[in-house]
């Protein structure tokens, strides 16, 4: 705004300077020069009016027509994300007490942390971030050693007992 003003106010100083020439007694060239020379600075200043009025004017429009398109973009990209994770949490719920642990590695992975061989935790293989807790019974092997210690073994032939629902935990590095 207040380059406006110091542009209109020179605008109007050379205005007023070749107005008031006429009571100053130079001679009439020196007038003519100085007449000329504040006509050309005005031209200037009228110029640079009109090229910071027109851009004024695109950042104005700019504005008002890419926020509404980026806004749409940002619709799209949110509505993807949704579907993504619904299609997500489908996979994820087709996984049933008495399945094998070979159709859960189908779409889970395991994770790190403490776990047992009949109990662990697993993580989707689309999001480290959904995870699901599983307890298994043993197939073709004691659930637990002469000390009753549970088992470290894994076989993919485990049954998944319990499994619980979905949810969302930061990953567990070991």
């Known amino acids: 705004m207040c380059f406006f003003a ?6 109007r100083r050379y205005q ?15 007038r ?13 200043m009228i110029r640079r009016l009109f ?3 027109l851009l004024s004017m695109a950042v104005i429009v700019d504005s008002a027509f ?23 949490l489908e ?12 159709d859960l590695l ?5 994770e790190g942390g403490l776990s047992t061989g009949l109990r662990r935790t697993f993580v989707s293989q689309d999001c480290p971030y959904f995870k699901v807790d599983v307890e298994f019974k043993a197939v073709a092997r004691p659930d637990s050693d ?18 619980s629902k979905p949810y969302l935990q930061f990953t567990i590095a070991d």
């Open 16 to 30: 007023a300077l070749g107005a008031n020439l006429e009571k100053h007694s130079l001679p009439r060239l020196a």
């Open 6 to 11: 110091i542009l209109l106010f020179r605008f």
């Open 66 to 88: 890419v926020r509404p398109a980026r806004s749409a973009n940002q619709e799209r990209t949110t509505q993807e994300h949704i579907a993504w994770v619904h299609h997500t």
């Open 146 to 163: 002469n000390a009753g210690v549970v088992t470290l073994l894994e076989d993919n032939r485990d049954i998944i007992v319990k499994i």
């Open 91 to 102: 996979k994820m719920e087709t996984i049933k007490p008495g399945m094998m642990r070979f």
């Open 106 to 110: 189908k779409v889970f992975r395991t």
């Open 32 to 44: 003519d020069c100085v007449r000329r020379q504040a006509q050309k600075e005005g031209q200037t």
């Open 51 to 53: 090229v910071l009025l």
